[in-house]
């Protein structure tokens, strides 16, 4: 059985996926264990030689943190905090991110500035390894004090409380603690604290969207690169002296892919009648190098979050201090994901526009690319249908940062709402996903009607991949079936791409 060592070693992009995808077990190195209990002992020391009030630890929480809790209830101070957070509601969150959370909360607190106790790492692993996973919703969290309602029910289960998924069902985590012979963790000072507070819920989100992104962002070049051969574009504007002297990355990194992938083509070489080709052909480099520039700064923010120490309050026991601040708060979060949202919904409009494009019965193409339009409608429909989605992102890009809710009377003043910007860049995220499976519906339709002509080598042998899941079509048929067949397509598919030297997990 594969390991990952959880460690001082910055986690990445690529440790993630590796996790998360080959079933590796975590482990906890021996450097991560020592600090763990060292800075456990530091805080016990502490609350045995000192009546002075920490925050969240002898204190009540929030606009409650001036009322001090006596020794005796220290723990059940902890156990409480879980219970009463627990306030999730509506749609359950995909468990591969639930499954996230744990690992990223368990790393976070393997710094050793968390105050907790080795067994409550140990168990977040424990429930990673065996496939444990929480029942956490979608809404609660403000984003700011931690993901607290999330990260609440994610934790329930230590204490024998909530639901988990288990073997392929749903059920109390007490019955599984049962069967597995697992006694329930008894939380200790700060313990609760540590596990709701912090940014495991955001930024479980951010890691899955941006490893899924960087590939959907790939996918669109390749998709707009066979676009724009069938419709008979032009390669000049992908010219490396265009992009060099506006000197955006994205965009100097789209056009070469596009060149690339369009090498040896039959279709982009031929002499062409028309002088320009519409917006989204013609500035792809720009609109969707935009896009790749943002997604780098996403995956900036999240490369840095994942590897922080977010809870409340911060124990440094070599320094002697225990600093209560708000590295909780999500705000760095929520602005990149509200950037995500509008990065990923461009690239869908642009993908539409395409479509459309297509449709509309230019440069030798028939009307809705049917041989018999009229008594066939052939593609007029997934286009509506790739429109709507695209109504739709829109909607869901009006950022949720922009926005602050007064809470805990008043202590909580300022918030991030990042959590709400998490959930609706999910889905725009598969939004984007079926309208670039409705681009390469309609693109390799067109490029039928080009034959014999053929375009470069790698996006025949991209085509052919593709006609083994979807055929042309001659006649009318039921097409959701395709789209979605076309959806399969774009997830199941490992790609290369022509001399490429850009590493999997840039853009």
Not at 32 to 55: F, H, N, Q, V
Not at 155 to 170: A, D, E, R, T, W
Request: proline share 4%.
């Amino acid at each position: 059985m594969k390991t990952h060592q959880i460690s001082s070693k910055l986690l990445n992009f690529e440790d993630v996926e590796r996790i998360i995808k080959e079933g590796y077990r975590l482990t906890l190195s021996e450097e991560a264990t020592s600090k763990i209990i060292k800075c456990r002992e530091y805080l016990d020391r502490k609350m045995a030689g000192s009546d002075d009030p920490i925050y969240g630890i002898n204190t009540g929480f929030g606009a409650l943190a001036d009322v001090s809790i006596s020794k005796g209830d220290l723990n059940q101070l902890q156990e409480n905090l879980v219970m009463s957070h627990a306030c999730g509601m509506g749609d359950e969150v995909p468990m591969e991110i639930a499954k996230l959370m744990l690992l990223l909360k368990a790393h976070a607190l393997s710094y050793g500035h968390s105050g907790v106790q080795l067994s409550t790492v140990q168990r977040l692993i424990d429930m990673f390894n065996n496939d444990i996973i929480p029942v956490v919703y979608q809404q609660g969290s403000l984003g700011a004090s931690g993901d607290l309602a999330p990260l609440a029910h994610m934790s329930l289960p230590l204490i024998g409380k909530g639901v988990v998924y288990y073997q392929g069902q749903k059920q109390a985590s007490a019955g599984v603690l049962e069967k597995l012979g697992w006694e329930p963790i008894h939380l200790r000072s700060k313990e609760g604290l540590a596990l709701l507070n912090g940014t495991q819920f955001m930024s479980a989100y951010g890691i899955y969207l941006c490893l899924r992104i960087f590939k959907l962002s790939r996918l669109a070049d390749v998709i707009g690169a066979l676009s724009l051969d069938a419709f008979d574009g032009r390669i000049e504007p992908f010219h490396d002296l265009i992009q060099q002297i506006r000197h955006h990355k994205g965009q100097i990194r789209t056009a070469g892919r596009i060149r690339h992938i369009l090498d040896g083509s039959e279709m982009i070489n031929r002499t062409k009648k028309h002088v320009q080709d519409p917006y989204s052909f013609r500035c792809i480099p720009q609109v969707h190098g935009a896009s790749k520039d943002s997604i780098a700064y996403v995956s900036y923010v999240f490369r840095m979050e994942v590897n922080a120490v977010t809870d409340n309050p911060t124990i440094f026991p070599d320094e002697d201090l225990i600093i209560s601040a708000g590295n909780f708060h999500g705000q760095p979060l929520a602005l990149a994901l509200d950037n995500l949202c509008i990065a990923m919904s461009e690239l869908g409009s642009i993908s539409e526009r395409r479509t459309f494009q297509l449709l509309d019965g230019k440069r030798g193409l028939p009307h809705f690319l049917v041989a018999n339009p009229g008594l066939n409608s052939g593609f007029m429909i997934p286009q509506y249908t790739a429109a709507s989605i695209v109504n739709q992102n829109k909607i869901l890009c009006t950022p949720a940062s922009v926005d602050t809710i007064e809470s805990s009377q008043g202590q909580e003043d300022h918030v991030s709402m990042g959590a709400n910007a998490a959930t609706k860049a999910y889905k725009v995220l598969e939004n984007l996903e079926r309208i670039l499976a409705i681009e390469l519906f309609n693109a390799a339709q067109a490029m039928e009607f080009r034959r014999p002509t053929k375009t470069s080598p790698y996006l025949e042998n991209f085509l052919s991949q593709y006609r083994k899941k979807v055929r042309f079509i001659e006649n009318d048929k039921v097409m959701y079936e395709d789209i979605n067949a076309s959806v399969d397509f774009l997830r199941e598919i490992e790609f290369e791409l022509p001399r490429e030297d850009v590493r999997k997990y840039e853009l």
